[in-house]
């Protein structure tokens, strides 16, 4: 006898549990890999000359084509799309994996109904908002209104420009490319003033003033942070300075240099304050302000806005992993063995490829566990009042970079074999303090009776 | 002057501290098991079946061992028991029940009609769960078929009644039932009439 209760409506999840793994496989799997082939495949190739060598390798003579600059820049905007397209899939993934590392950390399950394991939800909640009315305030600005999202935007695309994904695997290799971040990023502001004055509403202005506010000011530490490992890099382009690092821990940054240590942790606090992330979420200030600069917001535009908050995720995570934590290099292998594997052909062998797709992991795995700790912060800190905000900033942040700068200046100075000394000693206090950490998480868990590490209930 | 500076540093401490703390809790707290139940399709046991022995649930009528006595329709102060009874055509010395219904969307669950049952025919169970689409399916009909009645039952002196285990019967019944089933044909007669 089939003991069933008299609900019927149970979840498409259940009732298709095969259709529901492989949709979810697909998008958690074979989407980001795609991408990345993708982005593997196109991005050491797109300089003309390069792209000019390639085309004639497969026998078509793009160098002398009439319309080859028309050829250029349909594959510029191919790339475009595809980056905008990783910048979109890990926003939403991003908002999954939150929601899940959320809900564990507050004693209760995120969402596991759509799709395995929940993984769906993020594409349902995007498909929900297209579906949503598009409202816009009587007395609001409507073109200031509709703009404002783009703004944003913007300043969340345009720093993936310079994002190092791999050894050759960047979309441009500025040689001013950090400081290009800097400023790009700062696009992100004018779509907060612009949103919360064209909104007509007390508390959007508020939280746009407050977000200028924040940004401005936070700007300032971590540009002078930045400029530590710049210092010791001696340039200001991504790879390069990646280059000027190595795979083990001992050879990043972070650890090399005692005061850029302390530099990566301005470095990580200044780039939360201008990612709007909690404890400095103050523009948005759920609680009090309801969302803040984009209250007014709904549909598709405040998708964009949200967005953008998440995939900024990334650039702050990025930026901090390729200044300090030794970007895409692989440890014990060297950049010079990644390039005589190249072969002499303009098309490069398959190994070289295979080492590409490591350093691109490598790279991914470094940045995830960046936005993994953002995640984590923002579910442990609780909110810092304005007040505080400029105070940490000014009082402390800004002093404190100084220092490390000025450190910095004489440091490089100072042999290579120190650098070496300090990176190992560093790195083995690091990962003595992450010993100590784990055993202060289980003392945690032995205090309370009855409790003990069990991932079971998803 | 010192006193700034030992404010000073110490407030930096304490950041270091605190968060290396908070983080700790944070994390201990994430490898633990959620205390969220996952109700209703992810409980160790049928939720119904974790409710005290008590419970008052849906009520359970067991036809074989129901008298006719209709103590229960008069006991209820709402009138959601209906019972209709008729001599057998083929045994006129036989009386039968040719309809008993109890519309549990408005049951108080009181347990009135229980405690006045000799022989314990009808009795709460312990299911509480029954989403039906068109309200009047929730009027539940222990004689479905006015066709098929159920003969009274003559109980044995110095015996008890013969009952079905507790939710046995009420199990099978929720088991037949569909959502989405559409309203019955015939109306669900009005309280207060005539029961005999």
Wanted: net charge positive; charged share 15%; hydrophobic share 50%.
């Amino acid at each position: 006898m089939k003991i069933t209760t008299a609900l019927d409506s149970t979840s498409l999840t259940t009732r298709y549990p095969k259709t529901a793994l492989a949709t979810t496989l697909f998008f958690m799997l074979a989407l980001p890999f795609l991408l990345y082939v993708v982005l593997l495949l196109m991005l050491p190739f797109n300089q003309p000359e390069t792209l000019d060598a390639v085309a004639k390798r497969f026998g078509w003579d793009l160098g002398h084509s009439p319309f080859r600059d028309t050829w250029y820049g349909v594959i510029l905007l191919v790339e475009a799309t595809i980056v905008s397209l990783y910048t979109a899939v890990f926003a939403g993934v991003t908002t999954w994996v939150e929601r899940r590392i959320a809900g564990r950390m507050q004693s209760r399950i995120g969402p596991n109904r759509p799709g395995v394991f929940g993984f769906m939800s993020w594409v349902a909640d995007a498909v929900k908002m297209l579906f949503k009315e598009d409202l816009i305030p009587a007395e609001a600005d409507h073109l200031l209104f509709r703009a404002a999202p783009y703004f944003s935007m913007v300043g969340l695309t345009l720093p993936f420009v310079v994002l190092p994904f791999g050894e050759s695997v960047i979309v441009a290799d500025l040689n001013v490319g950090v400081f290009y971040v800097t400023a790009t990023s700062a696009f992100v502001v004018v779509g907060i003033l612009v949103s919360g004055w064209a909104s007509n509403s007390k508390w959007a202005l508020f939280g746009a003033v407050r977000g200028a506010a924040q940004v401005v000011s936070y700007e300032i530490p971590a540009g002078i942070a930045i400029m530590v490992p710049v210092l010791m890099a001696g340039t200001l382009s991504m790879q390069g300075i990646i280059r000027a690092q190595g795979g083990w821990p001992w050879q990043w940054f972070a650890c090399q240099n005692p005061a850029a240590f302390v530099a990566f942790f301005i470095a990580v606090t200044a780039s939360l304050a201008e990612g709007n992330r909690t404890p400095f979420d103050l523009p948005e200030a759920e609680s009090e302000l309801v969302a803040g600069y984009h209250a007014e917001y709904s549909g598709f535009r405040i998708a964009l806005f949200l967005m953008v908050e998440w995939a900024n995720m990334w650039i702050m995570g990025a930026l901090a992993v390729t200044l300090f934590l030794g970007g895409w290099q692989i440890p014990g292998v060297s950049v010079e063995t990644i390039n005589q594997t190249r072969g002499p052909d303009v098309l490069p062998s398959l190994t070289w490829f295979c080492w590409e797709f490591v350093s691109l992991v490598v790279f991914a795995v470094k940045t995830w566990a960046l936005v993994i700790l953002f995640i984590w912060l923002r579910w442990t800190l609780p909110r810092v009042r304005v007040d505080q905000m400029m105070s940490l900033c000014w009082k402390y942040l800004v002093p404190g970079a100084f220092a490390c700068f000025i450190f910095t200046l004489f440091w490089v100075m100072v042999p290579a074999s120190v650098h070496l000394v300090s990176g190992v000693v560093i790195s083995l206090g690091a990962a003595l303090l992450l010993v100590k950490f784990a055993l202060r998480t289980r003392k945690n868990i032995a205090q309370v009776k009855g409790a003990r590490v069990d991932l079971s209930n998803w | 002057m010192p006193e700034t500076v030992r404010n000073y540093f110490g407030a930096i401490t304490d950041v270091v501290q605190t968060f290396w703390q908070g983080l700790s809790v944070t994390l201990s707290h994430m490898l633990r098991r959620p205390i969220t139940i996952q109700y209703p399709d992810r409980t160790e046991k049928r939720v119904a079946d974790m409710l005290p022995a008590r419970y008052r649930g849906f009520l359970e009528v067991d036809m074989a061992v129901c008298t006719g006595c209709l103590a229960c329709a008069r006991a209820c102060p709402i009138d959601v028991i209906k019972i209709a009874v008729d001599k057998d055509p083929a045994n006129p010395k036989q009386r039968v029940i040719t309809q008993f219904d109890i519309d549990e969307s408005k049951c108080m669950f009181c347990g009135l009609c229980v405690e006045q049952c000799p022989t314990s025919a009808i009795a709460h169970t312990r299911e509480f769960e029954s989403t039906v689409r068109a309200v009047e399916n929730l009027v539940f009909r222990w004689v479905p078929d006015a066709a098929k009645p159920a003969p009274f039952y003559r109980p044995v002196k110095g015996q008890d009644a013969p009952r079905a285990p507790v939710g046995s019967i009420m199990r099978v019944y929720l088991g037949s039932q569909v959502w989405a089933a559409p309203a019955p044909a015939w109306a669900v007669p009005a309280p207060g009439k005539d029961k005999g």
